[in-house]
């Protein structure tokens, strides 16, 4: 029989799944493991997460270079070398870093675990950073910095953070090209030193995980050093008091808009349906704010924007680029949203098509052993706790109209957003 592909097949509902727990081990040093276990998922994913991202560093730009030059500090190997190595063993390796952690991220062939792991565990146990490497990493980021400069986001985000944190705070300073040619093997030593012991890292691997493998990577990851978890704290200003900037750039085709704002905690119980709030203003191609601002008033190709998470508080972000002619005027239908949010019930149309949006998203986030384990990871680590997924289908399910205009009048109060502007009005 033909299809006729004029017509939309039907839509069905799907039954909310659950998220699949992982069996946790706490090694004789103290480090945690938890394995998500599949048969005939042969390439292990190994996630080592560390809880010292940039918050922790002594300086600007510290972190960033010890975790991006960690591959090529090899005691025993050359950087190439460790490069050909990674890659005869069928394997990859990836790096992290927010402001919260560093990551290690490294997918190896089963049958391969035993014979790299060896030495992959010798960068993280016994970096050493060598001084040709760091030249060539800093005159790259020096360069980077200088083009940067010239780009109304870059400028948008760093008058973010110096907005929004205690001056002198590593987020709250602006990384200048100083910060480059101050670091020094010793510094990237040190730090990586006081970041890495069994109480500031967690190891995350999925994949078919036998006893055989499990007592390899225990025999492996035991050897990270005891130490005491690192005190992270909040770097946002006391007195947060909202307002707009203005940075000019000449000469610009655009011009960047950026709202923002403090709020809620991982562990919020309106946080859920706060961001589901955020994908019908933001958070998708069939928002509000892209209605709006691109098919209404042709200022944009699009908008983006969501939540930076810390671990006791989040930021809101709304982020687009205009045309400079029309700056005012996308502010101006940006806080005409939020209004309408807070005045207006959405319609149930509108509301169906959101709820179908953040279950898409939702089952995306779940779809396979290594998305879960992202998953359980990020709630793991902010207190999500083993029930989030369930906790999130249940908000979804009890989302209505009424709720959402009560978030909105909870949550998106003009007056609590600072507001940005790079290029021309």
């Not at 709202?259 to 119980?269: N, V």
């Amino acid at each position: 029989m033909q299809l006729d592909r004029t017509v939309a097949p039907p839509v069905f509902e799907i039954d909310p799944i659950s998220l699949i727990l992982p069996e946790k081990k706490i090694l004789e040093n103290g480090l945690p493991v938890y394995y998500f276990k599949k048969e005939q998922f042969d390439l292990i994913h190994f996630d080592l997460i560390i809880t010292a991202g940039t918050l922790f560093q002594p300086a600007l730009g510290v972190a960033g270079a010890a975790i991006r030059l960690l591959k090529e500090s090899s005691p025993t190997h050359s950087s190439r070398d460790m490069e050909l190595l990674i890659d005869f063993y069928g394997a990859s390796w990836g790096t992290r870093i927010t402001a919260n952690i560093l990551g290690l991220r490294f997918m190896i062939p089963k049958s391969n675990c035993e014979a790299l792991l060896p030495h992959l565990m010798e960068l993280i146990l016994n970096p050493k950073y060598k001084e040709s490497n760091l030249a060539v990493y800093k005159d790259q980021k020096i360069k980077s910095l200088e083009i940067n400069r010239l780009e109304g986001d870059y400028i948008a985000q760093e008058l973010k953070d110096t907005l929004l944190y205690e001056e002198g705070s590593p987020n709250g300073t602006v990384l200048t090209r100083q910060h480059y040619e101050d670091l020094t093997v010793e510094v990237l030593e040190s730090y990586f030193d006081r970041a890495v012991n069994s109480s500031t890292a967690a190891l995350y691997v999925a994949g078919s995980i036998d006893s055989s493998l499990e007592k390899l990577i225990e025999s492996h990851f035991s050897k990270i050093k005891k130490g005491e978890r690192l005190l992270i704290t909040s770097p946002l200003r006391k007195d947060l008091s909202p307002r707009s900037v203005y940075h000019e750039l000449p000469d610009c085709k655009q011009s960047t808009i950026m709202l923002f704002k403090e709020s809620l905690p991982s562990t919020h119980p309106d946080m859920n349906s706060l961001e589901y709030l955020f994908t019908l203003l933001a958070g998708s191609p069939f928002s509000r704010l892209m209605d709006n601002l691109r098919r209404k008033h042709g200022l944009t190709y699009g908008v983006s924007g969501g939540f930076s998470t810390f671990f006791d508080y989040s930021i809101m972000i709304i982020g687009t680029e205009v045309v400079k002619e029309g700056t005012n005027k996308a502010i101006e239908q940006i806080f005409y949203e939020l209004k309408r949010l807070r005045e207006e019930l959405v319609s149930e149309e509108e509301l169906k098509q959101l709820t179908r949006t953040v279950a898409g998203k939702l089952y995306r986030q779940l779809d396979g052993i290594v998305a879960s384990m992202r998953v359980y990871q990020h709630g793991n680590l902010f207190g999500g706790g083993e029930d989030m997924v369930d906790r999130a289908f249940k908000a979804l399910a009890e989302l209505n109209a009424e709720k959402i205009k009560y978030l909105a009048n909870q949550y998106l109060q003009e007056s609590d957003f600072f507001s940005i502007v790079v290029g021309q009005k």
